[in-house]
């Protein structure tokens, strides 16, 4: 019988364990998922960060086929011709393949990452296997008998495999973990990052599309692989980098509603344990990460739009914000705008992990945000929203009495002209420009001419790990500019010394412009808002600037640029 102070040592005891089981940060950071198993890993190093029955054997689906391609791209060559079989058309998820079609071995493992073809699958398996011009089930067995070993060389363990597509068979199956160590290899082929990181592909006669409905939505995923049969449920490999770092998530047994926000949650988490951002030169890594992802392309020469951020014009440094850690934020300011990075602590949505400010809205009204319901009253900022700084142009102070103005007929031609005085008139030769209004927000009364539009939708190059890919710019477009929270008005401003027509519209967070004789990919810009939120603060008053009572810190701004004393 176990006497009190035996069992006081079983009580410690199991503390201990829980406690070394699940750190705190662990336990505060991690989300609720339906995935039965799964495992969040360092992709460098190899060390799990978190994870749940991440060793349990599973069926993998289609997860198999990063194995597949794996083992084609070690032992097989792209350019080789594969003639298809009857064999290798197969049911459920399909490549479209015809038997007697011919098909190169590079296109065929497009086929088998982005649309998950299991007629891909098999007719690679038998190409490489040693017959591409004929049907031959020992050559496909000799490929799954290479899955086998190359699974064994990296430490799958708890892997089998025993076809080379992810069918529920029996005796096929895997583990998060191993499956993890899986993508660890495939992370290593610069061929295999490269197909598994492709949106959209086309090459004799097919146009194939990724499933992973997370590429190119998701902030720096380098790439995955989708899954799904009824043993093996919803499933997902994921690999993303940020700032010099790179994760994997695999995650098993999710549920068609859940298996991406799954992934996306798990990937938020892991940010949190693999680079918790608490030194200035972190936040500085991912500030950099996050402006040279869009704009370093267009500075290379590689893409001809206008910039999103532009030029830094300030270290970083914390700024006061009440519901920030120690009730300081990091923040770095550019011609464009301003980064931030409020909740270093907290798993955040990538989209939103870093985020601008609303700086546009701050301007108009006069009122500096220093909390999520704290502000401190400068006054509206005397500063031409475009164009050159010269007097008599438009200011974000003219457009204060302007935000509860009522917003055009959506699909009417854009022809108000703003003056300097803020008076609105109208000039039908506007007319000319074709611009239209779009539809009012519900919250804030205002639509976004169809030009503004059109520009948020719009898709570019970016930088993922090393590589140029399309992708959407401004996804989601609020996460940059905020909502509309004025109607859109032209202006007539020098720039560079000489007047042109433009279309201004103020969002919360950014102003657009449109110059209509500017260069295609030049339109639509992004103000210097960033120029103009510094140059504000400067001109304030010392008292106001510094918020001594709100604000605890030392604050200076000089030159453009911000300091501590």
Known sequence: MINRRQWQYVFLGCLLTLFLQVSPVQAASLPAVAATSWVIMDADSGKVLAEQASHERRAMASLTKLMTALVAVERGNLDQVVTITSGDVIGESSMGLVPGQQVTLRTLLYGLLLRSGNDAAMAIARAVGGSPAQESALARQQFIDWMNARAASLGMSDTQYINPHGLDADGHYSSAYDLALLARAVLNNPTLVTIFGTLRYSAEGFTLQNTNQLLGSYPGLIGGKTGWTDNAGRCLV???????????????????????????????????????????????????????????????????????????????????????????????????????????????????????????????????????????????????????????????????????????????????????????????????????????????????????????AQWGLVQVAGHVRSEPLLNPPVALLGLPITDPYWVRVPVGGRVHDVLIQCFERRCLSYTPDNPPGWQVEMGNIGQHYLHWLQTATLSSVLGLAQEPRNVGYGLGMLFYA
């Open 238 to 456: 994921l690999v993303a980098e940020r700032a010099g770092k790179r994760e994997i998530v695999v995650l098993l047994h999710s549920t068609g509603d859940a298996w991406f926000a799954d992934g996306a949650a798990l990937l938020n988490a892991g940010w949190v344990l693999l680079d918790p951002i608490t030194t200035p030169e972190r936040a500085a890594a991912l500030f950099a990460w996050w402006h040279d992802r869009v704009d370093g392309p267009v500075a290379a020469g590689l893409d001809h739009r206008t910039w999103l951020w532009g030029n830094p014009i300030s270290g970083v440094v914390s700024e006061s914000y009440q519901e920030s850690p120690g009730g300081e934020r990091w923040v770095q300011y550019f011609d464009k705008g301003r980064m931030e990075l409020t909740h270093p602590d907290q798993p955040i949505d990538a989209r939103w992990a870093i985020t601008g400010g609303r700086l546009a809205w701050e301007m108009i009204t006069g009122q500096r945000q220093i909390g999520d319901s704290q502000f401190i009253a400068l006054g509206p900022a005397a500063i031409p929203v475009a164009g050159d700084v010269v007097a008599g142009s438009p200011t974000y102070a003219t457009l204060r009495p302007l935000l509860s103005a009522p917003a055009p007929p959506p699909g009417s031609v854009i022809t108000q002209v703003l003056t300097a005085n803020g008076t609105v008139t109208d000039d039908p030769q506007l007319a000319v420009y074709n611009v239209h209004a779009g539809a009012p927000d519900p919250a804030t009364g205002h639509g976004i001419a169809d030009v503004f539009a059109s520009f948020t």
